[in-house]
């Protein structure tokens, strides 16, 4: 049996490592995925974690990454200010609940054009488009952990 790789980060909110982990993450899983999941899987943590650090309130951010049963997990810790998990509830909720993936991001791309916050907003509708994950949360007081999911087919490689 094939034992997959997983990790756990705690680091300090930075948004300069976060191309390096992406980086690491695609040549890690690479070694027991396949190519075009373990670039998705890699595309995704940059994603997730960009958007934990830019909310985060400044303290610790973690990432986790590991693979139970079928499924590929990844997952985000961070604290945030109660109208920043607002805003990450509701724009999980809306990007899940839209029957069309790719209409949902055609129509984020559109709205980040007007947007004038220095962010794009598109990076959970690119997770759930572009690398075919679902998404979750769940919040406790001000902690909030953001899971991206997707199955795992085919199984690990040698």
């Given at each position: 049996m094939n034992t997959a790789p997983y990790f756990h980060l705690v680091l300090q909110p930075d948004l300069g490592v976060v191309s390096t982990i992406r980086r690491f993450t695609n040549d890690l899983y690479q070694r027991v995925l396949d190519r075009e999941l373990a670039g998705r899987l890699a595309l995704a943590t940059h994603e997730v974690l960009e958007n934990a650090i830019s909310y985060s309130n400044g303290r610790e951010t973690e990432l986790r990454i590991d693979i139970e049963g079928d499924e590929v997990n990844l997952r985000t810790w961070n604290h945030a200010d109660p109208e920043r998990i607002e805003a990450i509830k509701d724009g999980i909720?809306?990007?899940?609940?839209?029957?069309?993936?790719?209409?949902?991001?055609q129509e984020c791309i559109s709205v980040s054009y007007q947007r004038t916050d220095g962010g794009s907003g598109l990076g959970l509708a690119r997770i759930r488009n572009e690398a075919d994950m679902s998404l979750s949360y769940e919040i406790d007081r001000d902690r909030v952990c953001i899971r991206a999911t997707t199955k795992l087919v085919g199984g690990l490689r040698a």
């Open positions: 909720d809306h990007l899940m609940a839209a029957a069309d993936p790719d209409a949902y991001y």
